[in-house]
């Protein structure tokens, strides 16, 4: 059972609603798969509402999963933040990322960084600051 609170709509940024952060996806194919979705979806709305907050406040300059990742463990580890908020794995980082892709509300902004293995991570920014698309003819 997780000690984190339910998503607060009044904390979430002014630019997004609780409700359309609320939102799990699974293999449309595999029962198991709905059943984790299903287990998932009461944290996964301020899971995406904490990355998405970090994404905006990271600018134009974006942040990578790794970032993130530190960013939003850093507090719990140091047992110094106010709220009780559960730790977020690397892997729920990325997918929380994937679906806020997909919703539209992030965007890659075509850079990458290294990670601190030194492989190439992705560079996520806000969808208002992502680039041009480039039309195809």
């Known amino acids: 059972m997780s000690d984190e609170k339910p998503l ?5 940024h002014p630019s997004i609603s609780a409700r359309r952060l609320r939102v799990t996806r699974w293999q449309k194919h595999s029962r ?19 990355i998405y907050a970090l994404v905006l406040e990271s600018g134009a300059k974006g942040v ?3 970032e993130l990742y530190d960013l939003l463990n ?3 580890d140091q047992g110094c933040l106010e709220e009780r908020l559960e730790r977020i794995p690397k892997n729920l980082v990325r997918a929380r990322l994937s679906g806020l892709r ?15 293995h030194g492989v190439p991570n992705t560079v996520w920014v806000a969808a208002k600051w992502a680039p041009p698309k480039e039309m195809e003819f």
Request: charged share 40%.
């Open 102 to 116: 997909d919703d539209g509300l992030v965007a890659d902004s075509g850079r990458e960084r290294p990670s601190r």
């Open 32 to 50: 198991p798969s709905k059943v984790g979705a299903d287990a998932a979806e009461p944290r996964a709305g301020t899971q995406r509402a904490r």
């Open 64 to 66: 990578t999963s790794d």
């Open 8 to 12: 607060d709509e009044k904390k979430v």
């Open 74 to 76: 850093e507090g719990i």
